[in-house]
T-cell receptor, first 116, second 111 residues
Framework: DGGITQSPKYLFRKEGQNVTLSCEQN?????MYWYRQDPGQGLRLIYYSQIVNDFQKGDIAEGYSVSREKKESFPLTVTSAQKNPTAFYLC???????????????FGPGTRLLVL | KQEVTQIPAALSVPEGENLVLNCSFTDSAIYNLQWFRQDPGKGLTSLLL?????REQTSGRLNASLDKSSGRSTLYIAASQPGDSATYLCAVMGSWGKLQFGAGTQVVVTP
């Protein structure tokens, strides 16, 4: 079964704590992305990675960190510097067509992060 | 900076009616435009992808049009069913695979 998995489904963070959200894909995609979704808003890009050992900041990277040590994995750490972390976090991946353009993104089921 | 707007924010129709969802964007320099469906508390499912060189794309009861020059796309869903109830998100792809999303249209189809 090919796809993207995210864990956990729900995550609770205490004040001052770092937490890590997992994202794994077995689609053999080079590119992976992390988005944040707040109620009534569209998705906003946090970080993205085009290739292993390389990643770029998106529109709202402050308070977050990522790593891309393996092609299939792109974990997101929400640090204590992120003052308003409560949101729905979505991971996605995509491949490039023969012209180098990114094709459609496939999304995981999401992780809901709540602050205690 | 690219801005993507979806109107209306919410829509309720009786079963069998056709749905028309609108998406507008400010910068016409896009690689493609995508429509996604999101069920409550779930991830996104890709519905249609229209390349910048295309005018429309069809899949079953779904048809999406793209007018780059006016910065608009429309998603048509024919003969709506209660199972079509979801939030529909439009996204435009700019430089290197980065998607810019609209806030979505929440659709309710009543039996």
């Amino acid at each position: 079964d090919g796809g993207i998995t995210q864990s956990p489904k729900y995550l609770f963070r205490k004040e001052g704590q770092n937490v890590t959200l997992s994202c794994e894909q077995n689609l053999n995609h080079d590119a992976m992305y992390w988005y944040r979704q707040d109620p009534g808003q569209g998705l906003r890009l946090i970080y993205y990675s085009q290739i292993v050992n390389d990643f770029q900041k998106g529109d709202i990277a402050e308070g977050y960190s990522v790593s891309r040590e393996k092609k299939e994995s792109f974990p997101l750490t929400v640090t204590s510097a992120q003052k308003n972390p409560t949101a729905f976090y979505l991971c996605a991946s995509s491949s490039a067509d023969s012209g180098g353009n990114q094709e459609t993104q496939y999304f995981g089921p999401g992780t809901r992060l709540l602050v205690l | 900076k690219q801005e993507v707007t979806q109107i209306p924010a919410a829509l309720s129709v009786p079963e069998g009616e056709n749905l028309v969802l609108n998406c507008s964007f400010t910068d016409s320099a896009i690689y493609n435009l995508q429509w996604f469906r999101q069920d409550p508390g779930k991830g996104l499912t890709s519905l249609l992808l229209i390349q910048s060189s295309q005018r429309e794309q069809t899949s079953g009861r779904l048809n999406a049009s793209l007018d780059k020059s006016s910065g608009r796309s429309t998603l048509y869903i024919a003969a709506s069913q209660p199972g079509d109830s979801a939030t529909y998100l439009c996204a435009v792809m700019g430089s290197w695979g980065k998607l810019q999303f609209g806030a979505g249209t929440q659709v309710v189809v009543t039996p």
